[in-house]
């Protein structure tokens, strides 16, 4: 037996639209972490309860997610195509991964010299 279709209005009875809450926000938070995992997505969800409750998720900083949301629809009027500006992040990122491999490897041959 599947499940009948609802009406997407206001529900009315506080007790019932707390519960649906909880219920419906737990399945957003578990879908964002999936469509991160699987399709390794940068993810930010953010929530607020009718209370004013504050939820969020992110697979990364939020902070950077949206900083990068921001830089990338001030950069579409001024740069150019979602591409290019995705071409351009991940050359970014490359660029401080590199450094820190540099870093890393420099570590190491501290570490792992023989002492004199």
């Known amino acids: 037996m599947g499940r ?6 206001r529900i009315e009875n506080t007790t019932n639209r707390q519960v649906t809450f909880c219920k419906r926000r737990n399945g957003l938070l578990k879908k964002a972490y999936e469509l991160s995992v699987l399709c390794d997505a940068e993810v930010a969800l953010i929530v607020f309860s009718g209370r004013g409750r504050l939820y969020e998720y992110s697979n990364n900083s939020v902070k950077a997610t949206i900083e990068r949301y921001k830089k990338a629809t001030s950069d579409i009027s001024s740069a150019g195509t979602v591409a290019e500006i995705n071409a351009q992040h991940y050359q970014q990122e490359s660029a401080k991964l590199k450094q820190q491999i540099t870093t890393l490897q420099n570590s190491n041959r501290f570490i792992f010299s023989p002492r004199l």
């Open 4 to 9: 009948g279709r609802i009406e997407i209005k």
